[in-house]
């Protein structure tokens, strides 16, 4: 099923941008925008895990360098018949972590400095545990798409923007031209909007799933609910800000700042995700 979804996510990449190429610059532009949604393909299932990674200046760790999380991840993927994913700390105070990569042989989880100071061992192994389900579950490549394809529609909209200032790409005459700006002008309104649901349709439900998934590779689902309170409270004291186009890969929301990014959540809430954990709201 994720395969699935990652290959309409491919498809509808190429169709959005042939479809936006078309309406700014006609002919040319539909070529052009072809050639572009090629490359982004490439790059979304090739690099879309690096892209992250780098975006939030993530470090290779090694089991010497931080055995407290490697030993961790490698007893819980050891457990679940997962190759050993590749370990990386983001240099940040605030407390979160995600998993990316294109399959379990390419996967890797990225934890902030913040969250192992804040965590104690039994939840920072829910946390891991957590992560390694999404690895499992083999929705990191979806999720890692989705943030390539979300930042791509924005960065197009703006392109076509600024093209319809200058009349497009030529090969069109004044009357089609102010249709073409009519147009960029209305993608690069709605644009956002559409990449904020693209990772909504790949966000809410994989949360939950790795949740399942990781409280019962440990059978300890109140670690798993205890660290999600925590990181939910001191998340919002220290927050982490995160691309819009990324925040969906974070195990909780991490801040956004102004603009589309706060008309929607790419998390389902904490409370309900420790109710259907542990029964209750943590006391």
């Known amino acids: 099923m994720n395969t699935l979804k990652s290959t309409l996510l491919l498809v509808g990449l190429m169709l959005v941008l042939v479809l936006v190429g078309e309406r700014v610059g ?87 400095h913040g969250i192992l100071e804040l965590l104690t061992d039994e939840e920072l192994e829910g946390v891991l545990a957590h992560e390694l389900g999404h690895v499992k579950n083999r929705d990191i490549l979806t999720s890692s798409i989705a943030a390539t394809l979300a930042g791509a529609i924005t960065m197009i909209a703006r392109m ?54 990781g409280a019962h590779t440990t059978g300890n689902p109140y670690a798993l609910a205890s660290a999600l309170q925590k990181l939910e409270n001191y998340s919002k004291r220290l927050p982490l800000q995160a691309s819009p186009s990324t925040a969906h890969l974070f195990i909780v929301a991490p801040l956004l700042g102004g603009g589309f990014g706060n008309l929607f959540s790419t998390h389902p809430p904490t409370r309900e995700r420790i109710r259907r954990l542990i029964g209750r709201d943590l006391v």
């Not at 052009?32 to 090739?46: E, G, I, Q």
């Not at 407390?95 to 990225?110: E, I, K, L, W």
């Open 26 to 112: 006609g002919e040319r532009g539909m070529i052009l925008a072809f050639v572009l949604s090629v490359a982004m393909n490439f790059t979304a299932y090739f690099f879309s895990d690096k892209i992250a990674l780098a975006m939030y200046r993530a470090q290779p760790v090694t089991r010497e360098q931080l055995p407290r999380a490697y030993e961790v991840v490698e007893r819980l993927a050891a457990k679940e018949g997962l190759p050993m994913p590749k370990i990386y700390v983001l240099p940040t105070e605030s407390p979160n972590a995600f998993a990316t990569g294109r399959n379990p042989q390419h996967a890797s989880v990225a934890v902030t």
């Open 160 to 213: 076509g923007y600024w093209a319809s200032l200058f009349g497009g790409f030529g090969g069109r005459d004044s009357r089609d031209r102010e249709g073409g700006g009519l147009g960029a002008l209305l993608m690069i309104i709605v644009a956002p909007i559409a990449a904020t649901l693209i990772q909504l349709a790949v966000s809410r439900s994989r949360e939950y799933e790795a949740d399942s998934t």
